[in-house]
Nanobody
């Protein structure tokens, strides 16, 4: 069973930057769309950014102009560069990917375990 492994969370001051990365732990056949969601205490999980296999992106309005999602298809890795961070960006960030495990299997959604991002002075 493949797992999505995230890294890069932590504590940063307002206005600072952090970079997250996520990749599957095992051998897979193909990855389609990949994305980042976040969930703050007491709130629902929300989409932060998503990127298709062809590089098309979409962002939540709250992060446009500050966050950049990218991917390295050769490494099956998705990145989230977060700049100009605000206290309201504090949340657990989850990686999401639509993965096809083998040539004969159907693609399904996989989630990472989450990484904490805290923006505070």
């Amino acid at each position: 069973q493949v797992q999505l492994v995230e890294s890069g969370g932590g504590l940063v001051q307002p206005g600072g930057s952090l970079s997250l990365s996520c990749a599957p732990s095992g051998i897979i056949f193909r990855i389609y769309a990949m994305g980042w969601f976040r969930q703050a205490p007491g709130k629902q999980r929300e989409l932060v950014a998503r990127i298709t296999s062809g590089g098309g992106t979409n962002y939540a309005d709250s992060v446009k102009g500050r966050f950049t999602i990218s991917r390295d298809n050769a490494k099956n890795t998705v990145y989230l560069q977060m700049n100009s961070l605000k206290p309201e960006d504090t949340a657990v960030y989850y990686c999401d990917a639509m993965i096809q495990m083998t040539i004969t299997s159907a693609a399904r959604d996989y989630w990472g375990q989450g990484t904490q991002v805290t923006v505070s002075s």
